[in-house]
Every structure is written in C-alpha cells, then in structure tokens.
C-alpha cells in the first residue's frame, strides 16, 4: 500500500507540480509531499553517462545510447543548465531504472512513490511496429512523468502536421504556436500551454493508481485515468467533465470532482 506520493518539481516548465500536488491530497490516501527538481535532489555521478547511455539515435533502430565524451559532456550541461537540454529523445525505461538506483535506499520501497515530473523527453520501443514511440508517462518506481511528452506523445490533428509543413517550407523553421492555434481546427496542446497543470493531474493520479492498485490504465475514453493516443482523447480525458468513469470516480472523486479544479 501506498502510503506517501513524493513529486519532483520542473522548474524550466510551466507545470505547477505544488498545485497538482494539492489536487492530488484531495483524492488520495496518503501523504503528499513537493521536492525540488528529482536531477538535482539525487544526482549521482552516474546520471551523465546513465542518460547519454539511454539517448534514441534513430525512431527506427532498437538500440540506444551514444557515450562519446562529447554527448557526456553535454549531459553533465544539461544536468546543470536544464535550459539548455532539448530536441533529445530518451529510453524511459532506461532513465527509470537510473532515477531508482539514485534513489535513497530507505525510499526505495514501495510504500513511497517518487513521481520526478522532467523536462525530458521520453519514449518505449514498441515490439509491434519496430519504432519508439513518445510517451507522457512510464509507470513504476519511480514513475516518470514527462511534460515535453504531454504535447508531443498523443497525436495531433492531421492538418496541424501539414500547417507545420506548410510553412517550414515557406519560412524554413517552425510556425509561431498562435498561427497553429489559429489555423488548425481541432483540440491539442502546444508547448507551454497554461492548460499544462491540469493536463497532468491525471496522469500523475496514473502514477499512484498502478502503484496502488497494480492496474494500468482505464479503458473508458472519459476517465482520467486513460491512456490517450491523441490529443482529442487527452483533452476529453483530462480536460473536459466527467473527470473520471463511474467505477474511479468511487476512489477518486474527492471534495471536488470537476475536471480542471
């Protein structure tokens, strides 16, 4: 049983791990606690190797890692100057089996869920198609949570894909987010949205209900505990009424049971 829920805050993100933190004691029974970014809470001298050995070189080629000095180096940047990490892609499962060994013996146990929310980008091989594939969320301990992942992992809209195209052609770099929004019919997230903390409620209470419970995900498209492929399946999940399925709505209602409180 599940008895205490530690999340890592993301400093260089607009997520506001305090206020998901909040909505999470309401729905929960257990003790819910803030810490400052997980990478430097318990950063080890392996964590630079550890997540240069965990890079995605290719969306199509299984192995991972590239420990020339020159990516060591940059990560060890990186772990210092979060600003200046991105445009990288990382084996979640590696990184999560990394952040466990940093973890301090005595929390390592699963009566403590450590939830660090990154900055990184992360991803899982998928067996079926022979390519990684983003995810938001890799569940365990600790349970990873990726914000770049919230914007990049469910699939857009087609046409935001070919409006992205469309003026990368024109211009040569990437449209302003309002020209997207503007644009491109359909529900989605764009990076740094002000819907970022809400989106993630949800997949943090994910976190704590495998832990919990050793189920995964919902199958009920209205629940927050489903596991959204698109952004239009986010957004009815995470962002719209009901917040949950009648059977985790029993668990998980709380003082307040709206969507986005």
């Known amino acids: 049983m599940v008895d205490r829920v530690i999340l890592y805050r993301a400093p260089t993100t607009v997520a506001d791990v305090d206020g998901i933190a909040d909505w999470l004691t309401d729905r929960i029974d257990a003790a819910v606690t803030v810490r400052d970014r997980f990478l430097e809470v318990h950063r080890t001298d392996d964590l630079p190797e550890q997540f240069a050995e965990a890079r995605v070189p290719s969306p199509y080629e299984r192995e991972t890692g590239n420990t020339m000095l020159g990516t060591i180096r940059y990560e060890e940047r990186a772990l210092e100057n979060p600003d200046r990490e991105g445009g990288v892609l990382y084996d979640g499962v590696q990184i999560q089996r990394a952040l466990n060994a940093a973890l301090p013996a005595d929390e390592r146990g699963l009566e ?105 995900f919902c199958d009920r498209a209205s629940c927050r505990l489903f596991n959204a492929h698109r952004q239009a399946e986010l957004f009815d999940a995470q962002l719209r009424e009901p917040a949950f399925c009648s059977e985790h709505a029993r668990l998980y209602e709380g003082s307040t049971g709206s969507a986005s409180t």
């Open 112 to 216: 403590t869920l450590h939830v660090p929310v990154l900055d990184r980008a992360i991803g899982t091989w998928g067996e079926h198609d022979g390519r990684w594939h983003k995810r938001v969320t890799v569940l365990g301990q600790p349970a990873l949570v990726s914000v770049p992942g919230l914007y990049e992992a469910p699939a857009k809209p087609e046409a935001y894909y070919k409006e992205k195209q469309r003026h990368a052609l024109l211009s040569g770099d990437a449209p302003p987010r309002e020209i997207l929004e503007n644009q491109v019919e359909g529900d989605f997230l764009i990076a740094d949205d002000p819907r970022t903390t809400d989106a993630l409620k949800g997949y943090v209470l994910q976190a704590f209900h495998y832990l919990e419970t050793g189920e995964t």
